[in-house]
C-alpha cells in the first residue's frame, strides 16, 4: 500500500466543501469538516475522511438532512434531550455538548441525550471540547449493529464507543477513547486488505465459533464484545455495550439494539423503528466543582509520571498513557501532513467530480 | 467444599452486632450489614459477610474510623466532594449516594467524589439506590492495587469496579456491575482451594508472561486488565480502570494508583502518600430529566425482552441480561437462606468469640 501525504489545510478546506455541495451552511460545513480531521489528524484513520463518502451516500438516500433544525425537546437545570432532526452527526454531538458544557457552567454538570441523529465521528472530539473548559467530558453513542452480546449470533450491538477526557497540567488529556467491541471493523479490514488472519477472540462464525477468518463478518458471523468470550469477561464489555445503548438511545428516544439503522447507504433500516435515528450521550462536570483545578491537574500529572514510569516487560515497550499516542500524532501530522490510503484518495477524487470541485 | 445454608435474618442480625462491638452507631450497623447482605444475597459471596472479618482487622489496626464525622467539603448544586474520615466505606458510600440523589432530585443530576473512605461493598448496591427514586444510578471505587496495565509488570490498579443501574418496567433493573480487570481475585482463590489451573488471559507472572497458575500472584505476579492483552483491548481495560481511579481519588483527594491503601491489614499503606484513604465515585440522574419515566420503562422492557430473545448458540444457555442472575438469586435467598462457605463460617465463628457474642 501507498500513503501519499497531504497538508491538513488542503484536506479541510476540501472536506468544507463537500459539505457545502451537501447543502450545509458554511458554519455546519466548517464544523464537520473540523470533527473528521481531528480523527485523520489524531491518527484514528478510520474515522476522518475516510469516511466522507460513507455520509455523502447517507445524504444522497435521504438518511441525513443537511439543514436540520436541532432543538431541545426536553430539559432540567442539568439535563436535556435534543433531537437532531436527522442531521449530521458531526454536527448535531457539538451542539449537545455546547449545552452540557454550559449547564456545566451553571451548576457544576451537564448531561445531554441525543436522539434522531446520525455518526458523529470520534467520541474523543466530543469529550475532549470540554477538557478546554477545566471540566471533564464524557462523550458515547450507538451504531450499526455489528456485535453479539455474550451466548448469542445475533447482531445487536454497535461497536458503541464510550471516551472519558481529563484535564491534565504539563501533560496532554488523559483521553479514555474506546469500542466496547473486542476489535473494530477497521482492523478486520486492514487484515482483509493484507490477506491475512486475525486473532481469535475478534470475530464469530454465524453458527458460533471463534475464527481467524477476517472474512467471517461478510458470511453471517459477528464481533465481539470486549472480553472474547465469557471467560475473559465478555459479558463486561456486553455490559458496557449496553450502557452506550440505553444511555444514547433508550433515554433519549433513539433506535437502540438492532434497530440502530446501518451507517452503510446500501442497507436499509428495519422496518417498525422503535425510535429516531441514532442516539448519542454526552456530558460535562467542572473540575472545580469537586477540588480546585491547580489541585486536581498536579495529581494528574503525578498519576500519569507514575504509570509512564512503571517498569516496562519489554523496554522499548512503556506504558501508554491513554490518549497519548492521539496527542502525538496530532503535533507530527499538523506538521508534516496526513497520510491517505491509495483507495481514500480515490474515494476524494470521486466526490471531487461528483460535486465539481477542485480535487486534493 | 460443604455450603452449610443460614436465613438471611440470622447473618443481618449476627453482622450488626459485630459492627456495634466494632463502636459503629446503631444506625452505622445496620446500614453497614445491609451493604454486606445484599452482596451475599445477590450471590456474589466473594464481598458479602466473606469480608467481615477483613474489616474488623482493618479496624483493629486503626485504619477503619467507626465514629467518623463524614462531611461535604466542596460543593455546587450538582456535583461534592465528602471527606469519610476513614469511616467504613459501608456508610461513607451511602452518605455520598443520598447527597447525589438528593441533588438530582432538585437539579437533574448529582455528583459526589469520595476521599478519606475504606471498602463499600459491591458497587451494585450504592447504585441500585438510586433506581428506587426513578434515576440512572453510578458507582465506582479504587482498589487495593493487584492489577498490572498493558505494557507493565508492576500493580498499579485495583479492580476497579464500574456500575450503572437503569429501572425497568415489568423487568428488574438492567444493573451493570464490573470488575474493569479480567477476572476478580476471588476467581483466584476457588481455583487455589480447588488445586485447578485458571484460564490464561487472568494473570501475569512478575516478568510479564500469561499464566494458568492460580498462584501467581502469590508469587510477584500480578491481574491483568480486561481485555487480557494488547491484541484483544487489554488497553481499554485499562482505560476504564484509569478512569475509575481518576473520578474516585484524583478528583477527591483521595490515593489513587499503587498508593492505594491495601485491604489486607497485614500490608501497611505506602509511605509519602499524595491522598487519604481510598476514593469513590457515585452518581445519580433523574430519567425524567431526559423523557417521561413511562416511556423509557416501557422501551428498556422492550429492549430487554429483544436481547434475552436473541438466539443462543447453546439452546441451553440464553442471553443474560446484566444484573438479572443477582436479581433472580435475590429472590431465591430471600426464600431459602444464604449458603456460606465453611472457611466463612470459621470466620464468623471466631469474630464471635471475639467479641462475645452469639454466634450464628
Request: negative net charge.
Amino acid at each position: 500500500m501507498n500513503f501519499p501525504i497531504f497538508p491538513e489545510k488542503a484536506i479541510r478546506s476540501f472536506t468544507e466543501s463537500v459539505f457545502i455541495k451537501m447543502g450545509c451552511s458554511e458554519e455546519h460545513a466548517v464544523l464537520a469538516a473540523d470533527v473528521l480531521l481531528a480523527s485523520d489528524l489524531r491518527g484514528i484513520d478510520s474515522h476522518g475522511v475516510a469516511r466522507l463518502s460513507g455520509y455523502v451516500r447517507l445524504w444522497e438516500k435521504q438518511r441525513i438532512n443537511t439543514s436540520p433544525n436541532i432543538r431541545v425537546v426536553h430539559e432540567t437545570a442539568t439535563t436535556a434531550t435534543v433531537d437532531g432532526d436527522r442531521g449530521l452527526g458531526l454536527v448535531v454531538a457539538p451542539f449537545a455538548m455546547k449545552l452540557a458544557i454550559e449547564k456545566a457552567r451553571q451548576y457544576g454538570s451537564g448531561w445531554v441525550s441525543v436522539r434522531n441523529s446520525n455518526h458523529f465521528g470520534i467520541a474523543g472530539y466530543h469529550a475532549t471540547e470540554a477538557v478546554k473548559y477545566d471540566m471533564i467530558g464524557f462523550a458515547m453513542t450507538n451504531a450499526s449493529p455489528l456485535v453479539a452480546p455474550t451466548f448469542t449470533t445475533e447482531r445487536l450491538l454497535g461497536t458503541n464507543p464510550m471516551c472519558y477526557a481529563f484535564p491534565a497540567g504539563k501533560h496532554a488529556p488523559v483521553v479514555v477513547d474506546m469500542a466496547t467491541a473486542a476489535a473494530a471493523n477497521g482492523k478486520l479490514e486492514i487484515a482483509q486488505r493484507a490477506g491475512k488472519a486475525i486473532p481469535e477472540g475478534w470475530v464469530q462464525t454465524k453458527t458460533g465459533e471463534s475464527t481467524s477468518d477476517a472474512h467471517a463478518l461478510k458470511t453471517g458471523g459477528s464481533l465481539l464484545t470486549l472480553g472474547s468470550d465469557r471467560e475473559h469477561g465478555s459479558h463486561k464489555g456486553f455490559g458496557l455495550s449496553a450502557t452506550v445503548d440505553i444511555l444514547s438511545a433508550v433515554l433519549s428516544g433513539a433506535n437502540y439494539g438492532p434497530w440502530v439503522p446501518p451507517f452503510v447507504a446500501f442497507l436499509d433500516p428495519l422496518p417498525d423503528l422503535p425510535g429516531e435515528g441514532i442516539g448519542h450521550f454526552v456530558g460535562a462536570m467542572r473540575v472545580d466543582g469537586f477540588r480546585p483545578v491547580d489541585e486536581f491537574k498536579s495529581h494528574l500529572d503525578n498519576w500519569i509520571e507514575r504509570f509512564k514510569s512503571a517498569k516496562p516487560i519489554d523496554p522499548e515497550q512503556p506504558v501508554v498513557i491513554p490518549g497519548e499516542p492521539e496527542f502525538e500524532a496530532e503535533k507530527e501530522r499538523k506538521l508534516n501532513g496526513i497520510p491517505l490510503d491509495e483507495s481514500v484518495v480515490k474515494d476524494l477524487k470521486e466526490l471531487a467530480r461528483r460535486f465539481g470541485i477542485e480535487g486534493l
